[in-house]
């Protein structure tokens, strides 16, 4: 049974890739809120597939609606980055 190295664990980087998870659910809460607003109701808890469905009619609508456009590519770069920095604590740990 292999045992990992916790000294060579980064906390920063842990900090930073739940501060970075945060960040990308506070803009799916958002995006979902502004939507409901106008009665779209989409699910809590979606898979990668409706999430762009989601998305997309978002930014269809946030022209007409005066909504801002960037929460749908923060979200994504978030939560790209998020994964990212998971993959390298997880390689931190071998």
Known sequence: MHIPNISRFNPTL???GA????FATILYIQIVT????????PL???SVKR??????I???MAPDKGWPRWPTKGFWMASILAILIVV???LQLK
């Open 14 to 16: 842990l900090a930073l």
């Open 19 to 22: 501060a970075l998870a945060v």
């Open 34 to 41: 502004k939507l409901n607003s106008v009665g779209i109701k």
């Open 44 to 46: 809590v808890f979606v």
């Open 51 to 56: 999430l762009v469905s989601i998305f997309t």
């Open 58 to 60: 978002y930014s269809e």
């Open 88 to 90: 390298i604590l997880g």
